[in-house]
């Protein structure tokens, strides 16, 4: 299983990253992808996902507006598009292989998982 986040880095309040997934062909064929995020102290928490032909994605109510998920399957890379960047988005955040083509909010419907990109907003 190969599944591998990067992007990250510290940024001010309101400036944009671009998380990347890349998984193997093996890993990724015609599953769904999920982005989850983990604050310290906290537990790891749905970000958003998209479906394996890209038709679905859903993610959280506070990143709704500010945050897009997106596949390139020959790639076999996901994106997670940050926006508007705020202090409470501080946290690592790691991409997830679903059991199906379908990627729900619920890390049960995963079963890999990366290694996770720090992401840190500054004020």
């Known amino acids: 299983v190969q599944l591998q986040a990067s992007g990250g880095g510290l940024v001010q309040a309101g400036d944009s990253l671009r998380l990347s997934c890349t998984t193997s062909k093996r890993t990724s064929s015609n599953n769904g992808i999920g982005w989850f995020r983990q604050a310290p102290g906290k537990e790891r928490e749905f970000v958003a996902s998209i479906s394996w032909r890209g038709g679905n994605a859903i993610y959280q109510d506070n990143v709704q507006d500010r945050f897009t998920i997106s596949r390139d399957n020959n790639r076999n890379t996901v994106y997670l598009q940050m926006n508007s960047l705020k202090p409470e988005d501080t946290a690592v955040y790691y991409c997830?292989?679903?059991?199906?083509?379908?990627?729900?909010?619920?890390?049960?419907?995963?079963?890999?998982w990366g290694q996770g990109t720090q992401v840190t907003v500054s004020s």
């Open positions: 997830a292989v679903s059991r199906s083509s379908y990627a729900g909010r619920g890390r049960a419907d995963y079963q890999y």
